[in-house]
């Protein structure tokens, strides 16, 4: 279960905790976007660096390799910080991480939305529960070819499959994130009940 730390644990957890920010705010679509030549994807679509607005530039390759990037340093940070500090601290720096990549410091605080970052958080922490959400998110775009109602399903199922595969500490981070990214993703909410949330491979702009 879940602790918070001892008070000689603090510095260790405030290291811990800045690292993973900065590793999360590293802006891998935005850097992916220019290096592909489609211009800064805080200009199009829905503004986010994350790989679905990437994809709607029309650059594939740009927006796999923002995928798989904002989904590795999710996993880094949770497989790092419990390498050196165990559960407890991979709690904080996943979190840390998922704020860093929603809101990066080199950016002006306006990054993705988590979906993948969390996705990579996952995985690191408890890859069976990662392998069901990503068959859940599968389905899901398969059958709505909508990204955003895709992840929030994935999202709100987490916490679920953690219980499921009794893994509490885990169940409450997928809760937490689960939170932030239903928030983060607040008007991706509204066009999906007004039927106007665009679908994979609709190209939206600004």
Known sequence: MFALPHPDQWTTVAIAVVLAYLLGSIPFGYLFSLASGAGDVRKIGSGSTGATNVLRTGKIWAAVATLICDAAKG????????????????????????????????????????VATAGGILVAAFWPVGLALLATWIAMLAIFRISSLSALTACVAAPVYMVLFHQPLYATLALIMAAIIILAHGKNIARILDGTEPRVGQKKTA
């Open 75 to 114: 996993a880094i940070a949770v497989l790092a910080a419990r390498q050196f500090g165990g559960g407890d601290l991979a709690f904080f720096a996943a979190l840390a991480a998922l704020i860093g990549h929603l809101y990066p410091v080199w950016l002006r605080f306006r990054g993705g939305k988590g």
